[in-house]
Each structure stands twice: as structure tokens, then as C-alpha cells.
């Protein structure tokens, strides 16, 4: 039983997840945000981006502390313990870039003030960050390692949708466009640590109906969000679309926990092709990839062409 090494390898499916997750390390460094012009924005395009950086800018550091709360405590090889360290890192450097948007979009000071405190509020932003919030203080690891697939799936789902459709659409926001694909790339892999691991370790570990109730609960919280985030006022983004994407998404992440489908096909929607567009893989859905998958692009695709 080793103590301190890294050697020998206990789980290697872990630590490659961790080495490829590591081989793309980023800083908020890399983001220039001095060239979006977010003030040439129509105010409800405005108001949709800003509540989505008030969700970022707190749910990021939300997902590090029950990493360190929770998810450290986990009954798993050691290999886990790299791979959330480094996660908590990638988490901080999230909530950095989101916050490095603030500053540069957002000169009131008791705006910045709401967004560094959207916890507080009572809004749909809020009532979000405090499910999550429910499951870090819960001090139940497997129920937090549940919250964990669901949030970096069915949670980031919506948002990381607007605001790809945004770029489609040539939003002047270069440089919110580029850290998002960097954040998307690495939530991409937080999803699939967590699924990996719960797959091999706790499959079994919570009743089926209790999961997907709170894949619904989930489903529904994010659909709520759309509707606060994407108003009627907001004419470029059809938030019908999103919400039938945030099923497929939610199916998707019950199948790869072993369950069937529970959105069907008409309630649906898996063509929102920019999203293919990303680069991470072509034909399917992000969420739908599979480790292989993401091993094959991770080391070579180049993100500077987006
Ligand atoms: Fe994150
Ligand atoms: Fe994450």
C-alpha cells in the first residue's frame, strides 16, 4: 500500500483522465477581453449575458469547495485525489475568467457587488446556486458525487448553449467566446471523471427513482433558468430549443449512468449544430462522448481557431 507515490497506479482510467485533463492547462492570462464590446449590445442580450456571468462567477467556486468538502472524503484510489486537485485549480481559474468578464463588462459597483454575492439574491440565478450550495453542505459524499454529474452536465448545459449561439450569431464577445471554449473543454472532462468514477465505484450506491427524481429536479431548475435568462425581450435565441436540448442532455447523462431514456424523442433536440462546431468532436453531442473519444482530440485539438 503506498503512501505518498504517485507509483504504482491503482486505477489507470483515473489517471488518464487526470494527465489529459493537465496536458491542457490554461490561465485566465490567455483571455483579452479588451476587444469585446459588450455595451454595443441590445439591452436584453446585455441582461442574458450578466445573469449568466452572476451564475458563473459563483458556481465555479461553489463546485471547489465541495470538492474539498465532499468529494475528497470518497472512498477512492489516490489517483482521484490528483484529479481533483487539479480540479479545484481549473475551478478557481473558471471563476477568475468569469470574474476578469465582470470587471471588464460591468462598471457599477453595486452591480459587480450583486454578482460576487448572487448567492444572496432571490432571484432564479440564486435559487440555482443554492441547490448546489443544499449538496455541499450536505455531507454526503455520494449524494454530492450525484449533484457533481449533474451539475457539470444538465446545469452548464443551457448556458454553454447561449452563449455558443451567441458566437454564432458574431456577438462581439471574442474574448468571452475563447474562455468559455476553454471552460467548456474542461468541464468536459469533469464530467467524465465523475461519471467514470461512479460508474466503477458507486453504481449502485443510490435507489434508481431517487436518481432520476433528481434528474428531473435538475431538468426543471434549468428550465426555469432559461426562461429568466432567455426573455421574450431576447429575439436571437429560441429558448424552446434549450430546454429540449437540456433533456437530451439530461438522457444522455442517464445512459451513461446505465438508465434508460426518460425525455422522449418530440420533447428533444440534439441539432444544435454549433455545438458541434466546437471542435471536441463532430457528429454528436458533447455530453454523448465517450473517453476514447475525447483521449482521440484532447492532445491535438488546437482551440485557437475558434
Ligand atoms: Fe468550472
Ligand atoms: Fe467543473
Known amino acids: 500500500?503506498?503512501?505518498?507515490?504517485?507509483?504504482?497506479?491503482?486505477?489507470?482510467?483515473?489517471?488518464?483522465?487526470?494527465?489529459?485533463?493537465?496536458?491542457?492547462?490554461?490561465?485566465?492570462?490567455?483571455?483579452?477581453?479588451?476587444?469585446?464590446?459588450?455595451?454595443?449590445?441590445?439591452?436584453?442580450?446585455?441582461?442574458?449575458?450578466?445573469?449568466?456571468?452572476?451564475?458563473?462567477?459563483?458556481?465555479?467556486?461553489?463546485?471547489?469547495?465541495?470538492?474539498?468538502?465532499?468529494?475528497?472524503?470518497?472512498?477512492?484510489?489516490s489517483e482521484a485525489n490528483l484529479f481533483l486537485a487539479y480540479q479545484i485549480m481549473n475551478e478557481n481559474i473558471h471563476a477568475e475568467t468569469y470574474g476578469d468578464a465582470i470587471e471588464s463588462y460591468i462598471s457599477s459597483l453595486e452591480l459587480k457587488e450583486e454578482a460576487y454575492h448572487a448567492i444572496e439574491g432571490s432571484d432564479i440565478v440564486?435559487?440555482?446556486?443554492?441547490?448546489?450550495?443544499?449538496?455541499?453542505?450536505?455531507?454526503?459524499?455520494?449524494n454530492s458525487l450525484l449533484a457533481f454529474i449533474l451539475v457539470e452536465s444538465i446545469f452548464f448545459s443551457s448556458t454553454f448553449?447561449?452563449?455558443?449561439?451567441?458566437?454564432?450569431?458574431?456577438?462581439?464577445?471574442?474574448?468571452?467566446?475563447?474562455?468559455?471554449?476553454?471552460?467548456?473543454?474542461?468541464?468536459?472532462?469533469h464530467y467524465e471523471f465523475s461519471t467514470y468514477c461512479w460508474n466503477k465505484y458507486y453504481k449502485n450506491a443510490l435507489d434508481k427513482n431517487y436518481i432520476i427524481e433528481a434528474v428531473i429536479e435538475a431538468v426543471n431548475i434549468e428550465c426555469n433558468y432559461i426562461d429568466y435568462i432567455v426573455t421574450s425581450t431576447v429575439k436571437s435565441i429560441d429558448p424552446l430549443r434549450l430546454k429540449k436540448?437540456?433533456?437530451?442532455?439530461?438522457?444522455?447523462?442517464?445512459?451513461?449512468?446505465?438508465?434508460?431514456?426518460?425525455?422522449?424523442?418530440?420533447?428533444t433536440d440534439h441539432n444544435l449544430r454549433f455545438m458541434d462546431e466546437l471542435g471536441i468532436q463532430s457528429t454528436v453531442n458533447f455530453f454523448e462522448i465517450t473517453s476514447d473519444n475525447y483521449t482521440k482530440v484532447s492532445g491535438n485539438i488546437s482551440f485557437d481557431n475558434f
Open 126 to 142: 440564486a435559487n440555482k446556486l443554492k441547490w448546489m450550495e443544499k449538496w455541499v453542505n450536505s455531507n454526503d459524499s455520494v
Open 1 to 77: 500500500m503506498k503512501k505518498y507515490s504517485i507509483y504504482p497506479i491503482e486505477d489507470m482510467g483515473i489517471f488518464e483522465q487526470y494527465r489529459k485533463a493537465r496536458d491542457v492547462f490554461w490561465t485566465p492570462n490567455s483571455i483579452d477581453y479588451s476587444r469585446d464590446d459588450y455595451d454595443s449590445l441590445d439591452e436584453p442580450e446585455k441582461e442574458m449575458v450578466k445573469k449568466i456571468l452572476f451564475f458563473f462567477a459563483n458556481a465555479d467556486t461553489l463546485v471547489a469547495d465541495n470538492i474539498l468538502d465532499n468529494f475528497m472524503k470518497l472512498d477512492l484510489p
Open 245 to 267: 436540448y437540456v433533456k437530451h442532455v439530461a438522457n444522455i447523462v442517464l445512459s451513461r449512468m446505465g438508465y434508460e431514456h426518460i425525455f422522449p424523442n418530440e420533447e
Open 161 to 189: 448553449a447561449t452563449i455558443f449561439w451567441m458566437k454564432k450569431l458574431e456577438y462581439p464577445l471574442q474574448g468571452f467566446f475563447k474562455g468559455n471554449k476553454e471552460i467548456l473543454r474542461d468541464e468536459v472532462s
